[in-house]
């Protein structure tokens, strides 16, 4: 009797630890699914309100999410030889919407260089950064890079 009862507590722990175990892995799939569902939201993301409507000049392309940003990017103008035609209209529409909705230009944190630039605008706690860049088909060491080129633009906000 003894034999038995000592079997009949081995198969109780047995059984409570299978049942602890089962308990944990069905806890952490539905922490899984949890994290599945918070990277499905962020790729619903939105930029700042104050973005849209979005340039209609461009094709809009990927949105990418990264800690508090938003940022989608065009789809390139593929083979321009004059860069100006594509990001002057894109960087006064926006330019011209921002202001005019309280946003301040912050030049201090611009940057721009060769088929590049970047225009940082704030209202509040928030950014919004506007730009472009150019991916040159005509590369050399010892001269500068050269149109024909691939233009990209790109939206992204967040809060500082």
Request: charge should be negative; charged fraction near 25%; include cysteine.
């Amino acid at each position: 009797m003894k034999t038995s009862l000592k079997y009949l507590l081995y198969i109780a722990i047995a059984v409570s630890f299978l049942a602890a175990i089962w308990f944990w892995l069905q806890n952490n799939q539905s922490r899984e699914e949890g994290r599945e569902v918070a990277e499905t939201d962020t790729k619903e993301a939105r930029l700042d309100a104050d973005a849209y409507p979005l340039y209609s000049g461009a094709k809009w392309g990927r949105v990418i999410t990264e800690e508090q940003t938003v940022r989608i990017v065009s789809e390139p103008f593929v083979n321009t030889n004059n860069i100006a035609s594509i990001s002057t209209p894109f960087t006064e529409y926006y330019h011209e919407k921002l202001v005019v909705t309280g946003w301040v230009q912050d030049i201090m944190r611009e940057a721009s260089g060769p088929g590049a630039n970047m225009s940082y605008y704030t209202k509040d706690d928030r950014f919004i950064v506007i730009g472009f860049e150019s991916d040159f088909k005509v590369k050399s060491d010892d001269t500068p890079s050269e149109c024909p080129c691939d233009v990209t633009l790109s939206i992204t906000s967040g809060r500082e």
